[in-house]
């Protein structure tokens, strides 16, 4: 099922390139109907594009793991989303929220392979039609709906919550932790995979690269030092139990030995997608990252917490 809490569109908003300079930078507060609808600016168009662009069976819009035992993309992809299972420590019978689900191929994967229920949520309503068209295809109980995590119900369900690389859209950050502790089960599990700066004077991201990353998320980026999200989950009563380092190698492969290269190949495809500006602009996009990792301006983690009561 899909329902759309979002009244604004990116249209109702200033054009990104007339933005004024000091409301470009990381950190930027928006109105629930705007923050809303400036991160679905990045995802809500046709489902096609991202998923040639990210390729491997599952899609995951986010960095892969790899070493000896993988050998393909898809089995990258699977190591990491074996990962977050192992950390959540999932059973059948257990319900998972997935928070910024993209286009459903991980928790359609973690249902089908660990025999557990889902919900994901996106703001986009094209990847969750997508994703509730896989959930049907591979024949598993999950469900996927359009809505910002602020408007989910304060009622404890879940055995565990995920999020892959979706913290950075997520300005207040402590009022996200205490939404989860709400939803979550006693001794529920939480893991969340993001990047980390590594030193305080990253936070300054506002040189053309940084701008130009931030742009592609309609100036959404929240960009934090992971001390700073330890400190917000400890203040919304999560005990911290794990945190994976993941190689920072990891993200470079998966962008410039399959993304990249998949944005050549179909180049003319994602171009009739959506235009060539759009198709110029994540092409940049993906390789500013590249340069950002190379520059240590980022590491990144799996942090593992526990509710407390």
Known sequence: MTKNHTNLSITDFPSLHSTPAEQRNLYQKYQLDEET????????????????????DWNTYSCSIFDDSTQTLTQAQEKKLDTFARLMKLEAGQKVLDVGCGWGGPLVYLCQKYGVTGLGITVSPKSAEYAQ??????????????????????????????????????????SFYRQCHRMLKT????????????HPEHKNWNDRLGQHVNKVFAYTGNYRLL??????????????TEIVDIPIADYHTTVDQHWLPNMFKHKQQLIDLTNEQHYKDIRLYLKCTLRSFN???????????????
């Open 187 to 198: 001794r529920g599990v939480m893991c969340h995979k993001e990047l980390h700066l590594t």
């Open 133 to 174: 068209a896989r959930a049907k295809a591979h024949g598993v109980d999950a469900q996927f709906m359009v809505s910002h995590w602020k408007n989910l119900p304060h009622t404890a369900e879940f055995d565990a919550i995920y999020s892959d690389e979706v913290l950075v859209h997520i300005e207040d950050l402590q």
């Open 227 to 240: 001390k700073e999200e330890l400190a917000f989950l400890n203040a919304a009563n999560f005990q911290t």
């Open 295 to 309: 520059s240590n301006i980022f590491n990144q983690h799996m942090v593992v917490s526990e509710k407390i009561d």
């Open 37 to 56: 609808a400036r991160i679905a600016y990045h995802y809500d168009i046709d489902p096609m594009f991202y998923i040639l662009v990210t390729g491997g």
